[in-house]
């Protein structure tokens, strides 16, 4: 009998439906007013093109160093070739759920994955496709394996529980550093990224 689906098309899927399950709550709870949006805005951050890259309102005001540094330290990886130099697998499956947005492609490090936050090396970096079909860096995920140690925290900003198709008890957290996300920095999906 043929295979219908193969390990990594089920744990594929099987990762799009923790996502879907675990985050049309979060979204609606984070989605901020339109008046809390336009009102709260204290500061941009533009990329080399001078396009918006992300803002950052009160509530993220705390996380504006932070999230600066992490924007350089992974600004190289723009070019998938330092990608996966660095050690991040390319991967073809990219996550959008309708209604909800999109997150791209997910480029893993597996040999990020471990106990400990390291603002400058999230575990995985996510891709758009760009004009002319080449992939446009738009945020980063880290995923941080619970061990018992105390929940990790972006500043003052805490890490989701689970999040991933890993197998064993975690935090994640998507940053949308490279692409500004309507619906906040630290929202899992983005409405304006698709798949193609």
């Known amino acids: 009998m043929k295979q219908i689906f193969s390990a990594r098309q089920l744990l594929f899927a099987l990762f799009v439906l923790l996502l879907v399950i675990g985050c049309e709550k979060q979204i609606e709870t984070e989605k901020p007013s339109d008046t809390q949006s336009v009102n709260t805005v204290q500061n941009n951050v533009t990329g080399d ?20 540094s992490l924007r350089a330290a992974t600004s190289r990886f723009n070019s998938t070739t ?52 080449n992939l446009r860096l738009v945020a980063v995920e880290y995923i941080v394996i619970n061990t ?31 692409k500004e996300n309507p619906n906040g920095v630290f929202v899992k999906f983005n409405p304006t990224v698709s798949c193609p």
């Open 148 to 178: 018992g140690q105390a929940r990790p925290m972006f500043g003052d900003y805490p890490f989701d529980i689970g999040g991933t198709p890993v197998q064993v008890p975690h935090w994640s957290l998507h940053v949308w550093v490279h």
């Open 49 to 68: 093109d001078g396009a918006l890259v992300f803002r950052i309102d009160a509530s993220q005001h705390a996380n504006a160093d932070l999230l600066k």
């Open 82 to 133: 330092q990608a996966i130099d660095a050690g991040y697998e390319p991967d073809d499956h990219c996550v959008a759920v309708p209604g909800l947005g999109g997150m791209g492609y997910h480029w893993v490090n597996g040999s990020l994955i471990d106990p400990v936050f390291d603002l400058q090396k999230p575990e995985v970096v996510l891709y758009e496709t760009g004009p002319g079909g």
